[in-house]
């Protein structure tokens, strides 16, 4: 049945501004991800075709605007998401979203181009347009981790072929064209095959399997493994000329990005293991140098950047989490966000050696070297060691270092100025086994989480007295060994101690000439100002057996690498409520419904939000909004003025809104965009009115 007249109109209306919708949203989450240079990062197709486009419609007097995307229709603005779907992943990424989007797009030609449709199609249309103007106009964080690898997609990969993946996407195609998509067993059998070449894995083999096989159960999980096998982008060759900040930011944001693929994928690497030794090579080589001149990237170093916060008249909330390794970061980045803080600085720094929490944390914390910072085999009181430094150093200083959050409440309340508290839970789980039932990351996520819902009270009372930064510091990293591991003995001048069976990666020596120079790294106590010599095993190497779980201790990237971050509480500038109409158009001059949908972004509750359109006389009771959802005002029946202007089917009115956010008090005002039905008629509609005098 083909739709009457007032329906076509309506499905029309709301069709028409969702272009300009995903338009909007396509550049803002870009240059959200890839700043001021996301143009270079448009398919270069697409950006010599959008170039010309907007170089003939500018010779016929047609200027769209500035941005070059105005020059995209609606087909290549979804190509473009598609292609960049690590980007658009929250919006877009789930059964329902990618198969809206490609729905719409087909029913939408055939309506703009004045083609009858059927009263089910227009009534789809419909939901559609609300549906996605909805998800474009959300506030949909985006992992940061995605600014340091600006081709990747979902996990990293590149999305555009290059020639071994495209022989590769073609080979497929064709088997998969001859394949039912119905059995499980040809499910399988691909899936082992793309598991065994993953090298060529790409986005477009993964969604040509998905479509084939979308029918059997259990596909999408299956789908989901094949994505975390897409390479991302090969590291750069290391140089023995770089510096440390050089060798660290490589470490940071190319080797171990590309090592924690390699360890979801079970891949082995010779070159890749070759750049890890080199790493190793120059450290052991220069890290004496680095000790003697103090450089500022080693962690015992970071009381340094802690004073020239205080002096700065900041109060310091100072969270060490033992072992946050760098591939945990994208997941610590999404616990930030969600819990309300805004990273404003953020700086790879270097493990002291052995890369141990008896080393490395003691001398972050005491700000000493560590032969300075330990006593003998057995460390001194964190406590004690944090308490004589700032005494030393800032004697009017209220420094408090907690044992507990308890005490670091106390110390809030106290009115401390330099809180410092340690957070062992992740490194206690990164030394268990493996065991299969649960995923690691979704643990650590889930217990950065907690701890960040307990402290992120404690940092905001200490801001509301005095600016604070909640700053974040790690002592040490940590490595996954392989299968392959070689097992080595201890020296035979070992002193005993529990920590070899736990790390299995170095040990406290007496003979220097007792380790073989081929398996270990030989530390000499004065020269890497240590309170005895150590063996460091190289490589991936383990001491009398493989350890189940992550190890430290090492020289190697993944265990040398630490972090240095500095966040602020409060509201990210770009998270902000967003309000849209809800319910169908009004008409001008006549009582309509009118009510708002408002979208809450923020890991906060919205309370007592009150909504008023003054020159309409229009308010709203008070509506609470939980954290990471949408609700709708109760609809009110209002008659729009005729003398309001509209401008392509839409009104605007001036929407201002008073809210609590974190018992913050927050006013603001926005701008409304509110549809309009029209009837469109001809004067042949209104023929005998022609002739009237």
């Known amino acids: 049945m083909l739709a009457p007249d007032e329906l076509l109109n309506k499905a029309l209306i709301l069709a028409r501004p969702v272009e300009a919708a995903i338009r909007q949203v396509v550049e803002l989450d870009l240059q959200r991800v890839y700043g001021p240079e996301w143009r270079l990062h ?8 959008l170039i010309e486009q907007r170089q003939t419609e500018l010779g016929a007097g047609r200027d769209r605007g500035p941005s070059i995307l105005e020059y995209a229709s609606l087909n290549e603005l979804i190509d473009l998401m598609r292609s960049e779907v690590g980007i658009f992943a929250r919006r877009f990424s789930d059964e329902e979203g990618w198969d809206g989007l490609e729905e719409f797009r087909k029913l939408r030609n055939p309506l703009m181009h004045g083609n009858r449709l059927a009263t089910e199609e227009c009534d789809r249309i419909i939901e559609l347009s609300r549906w996605i103007i909805f998800r474009c106009e959300a506030n949909i964080p985006i992992d940061q981790v995605t600014k340091t690898q600006p081709t990747q997609s ?3 990969g590149s999305n555009y072929l290059d020639p071994k993946r495209a022989k590769f996407f073609e080979i497929m195609i064709d088997e998969l064209q001859g394949m039912s998509g119905k059995m499980i067993s040809e499910r399988d059998l691909v899936m082992t095959f793309l598991k065994e070449y993953s090298t060529f894995l790409s986005i477009q083999v993964i969604e040509a399997v998905q479509e084939k096989f ?11 493994e094949l994505y975390m096998l897409i390479p991302p982008t090969r590291p750069e060759r290391p140089s023995k000329q770089w510096d440390i900040k050089k060798w660290l930011k490589w470490g940071d944001r190319k080797f171990l990005p590309y090592r924690a693929w390699m360890d979801r994928a079970d891949i082995k690497d010779d070159e890749i293991e070759l750049d890890g030794l080199l790493f190793e090579e120059w450290i052991f080589e220069n890290y004496p140098t680095l000790l003697e001149k103090a450089d500022p990237t080693l962690v015992s170093m970071i009381y340094q950047q802690i004073e020239e916060l205080l002096i700065g008249g900041k109060n310091i909330f100072w969270l060490v989490i033992d072992n946050l390794a760098a591939q945990w970061i994208p997941a610590y980045r999404r ?25 490395s944390r003691l001398a972050m914390l005491a700000g000493r070297m560590p032969d300075d910072a330990m006593m003998s085999t057995i460390t001194t009181s964190e406590e ?54 649960f995923d690691l990351e979704a643990d650590i996520e889930n217990d950065l989480d907690r701890m960040f819902e307990r402290i992120g ?63 270990w790294f030989v530390l000499e106590k004065k020269r890497f100002r240590l309170p005895n010599h150590f063996a460091v095993t190289r490589g991936n190497r383990s001491i009398g057996a493989r350890p189940r779980g992550y190890v430290h201790g090492g020289f190697s990237p993944e265990e040398m690498v630490s972090h240095w971050i500095v966040t602020t509480p409060g509201l990210r500038e770009d998270l902000k409520l967003t309000f ?9 001059g006549q009582k309509s419904a009118f009510a708002i949908r408002v979208n809450n972004p923020f890991y906060l509750d919205v309370e007592d939000l009150e909504l008023e359109i003054a020159h309409l006389e229009l308010t709203f009771d008070k509506i609470e909004i939980p954290r990471l959802s949408h609700t709708e005002t109760e609809a009110r029946m209002i008659e729009i003025p005729d003398i309001m202007a509209v401008h392509k089917d839409r009104i605007r009115v001036r929407l201002s809104c008073k809210y609590l956010l974190g018992s913050k008090p927050i006013r603001e005002a926005h701008e409304l965009l509110v549809p309009v039905a029209r009837i469109y008629k001809s004067d042949i509609d209104d023929f005998e009115g022609l002739f009237d005098d």
């Open 384 to 437: 004690v060691a944090f308490n004589e430094l700032w005494t030393t150093r800032m004697p009017e200083l209220r420094a408090k270092f907690c044992g507990t959050l308890n005490q670091a409440e106390e110390a809030v309340t106290d009115g401390c100025q330099l809180i410092a508290i340690v957070y062992n839970r992740i490194d206690k789980r990164l030394h268990q086994a493996d065991d299969g039932w």
């Open 214 to 224: 979308k029918g059997l159960e259990g596909s999408s999980n299956l789908i989901d």
């Open 42 to 49: 448009i398919p270069q197709t697409l950006n010599d075709k």
């Open 335 to 359: 616990c930030l966000e969600r819990s309300g803080f805004r990273e404003e600085e953020y700086q790879p720094r270097l493990a002291m050696v052995p890369s141990v929490t008896a080393v």
């Open 457 to 519: 009270p404690l940092v905001r009372k200490m801001n509301t007295v005095r600016e604070t930064k909640l700053v974040i510091t790690s002592d040490h990293g940590s490595l996954k060994l392989p299968k392959n591991v070689q097992v080595v003995n201890l020296p035979k001048s070992a002193i005993p101690e529990q920590e070899i069976a736990i790390h299995r990666r170095n040990a406290a020596i007496t003979d220097l000439d007792s380790p073989n120079k081929a398996d």
């Open 154 to 156: 979902r996990t990293g």
């Open 580 to 588: 849209s109409f809800a319910g169908d158009p009004v008409r001008v």
